[in-house]
């Protein structure tokens, strides 16, 4: 059973701090890693794709991938009340769906 | 203006009902996935499709069916063999690039609930 793991939280920080989310997946096959956004009551939104080790940035989101551990992270930099919401982890491999995790809940504080 | 439409938005059935959620795109994706998602859960596929007249079950396909007549479009319909229907419905869509099968992106769902 293919699976991605991530902490439901909640994860509070205060406004400005860098908020740190993180991924497990079991799959050593998967190729594709993405990061969606989604607020309360809303579909998901990609944020962060990143298909190769090291770090890949895009705004204050920096999203990191480790192959050899398996293991992806999504940094938010000067977080806002506006990134409140829950953060989905997705991996596929090659032709394949998208596997989900449950998603990490964050709150920022102002 | 490129995008996902869903429809309806909200829907109610009472039991022993059929219905069927409208998922259309234009982005030109070959690929399109109907997924479920429960209060604290993450998304469970229900069905994808990766081209026209073809399709695939995913891990939760009891009980619903699709169809992919067209591109753009892939319909799914809850039985009601579908014991628990109630639940939010998102279709997404993706084209098949090399790398895993693409960026997903999702239509705005459809809330279903049952009388």
């Known amino acids: 059973q293919k699976e991605v793991e991530q902490n439901s939280g909640p994860l509070s920080v205060p406004e400005g701090a860098i908020a740190s989310l993180n991924c497990t997946y079991s799959d050593r096959g998967s190729q594709s890693f993405f990061w969606y956004r989604q607020y309360s009551g809303k579909s998901p939104e990609l944020i962060m794709s990143i298909y190769s080790n090291g770090d890949k940035e895009d705004g204050r989101f920096t999203a990191q991938l480790n192959k050899a551990s398996q293991y992806v992270s999504l940094l938010i930099r000067d977080s806002q009340p506006s990134d409140s919401a829950t953060y989905l982890c997705a991996v596929n491999q090659a032709g394949t769906a998208l596997i989900f995790g449950k998603g990490t809940t964050l709150s920022v504080s102002s | 203006d490129g995008g996902i439409t869903q429809s309806p938005k909200y829907l109610f059935r009472k039991e022993g009902q059929n219905v069927t959620l409208s998922c259309e795109q234009n982005?030109?994706?070959?690929?399109m996935y109907w997924y479920r998602q429960d209060p604290g859960q993450g998304l469970r596929l229900i069905y994808y499709s990766q081209i026209v007249n073809d399709f695939q079950k995913g891990d939760i396909a009891e009980g619903y069916s699709v169809s992919r007549e067209k591109k753009e479009s892939f319909p799914l319909t809850v039985t009601s063999a579908q014991k628990n229907p109630t639940a939010f419905y998102l279709c997404a869509s993706s084209s098949l690039g090399t790398r895993g099968g693409g960026e997903q992106f999702f239509g705005p769902g459809t809330r279903l609930t049952v009388l």
């Open positions: 982005l030109n994706h070959d690929a």
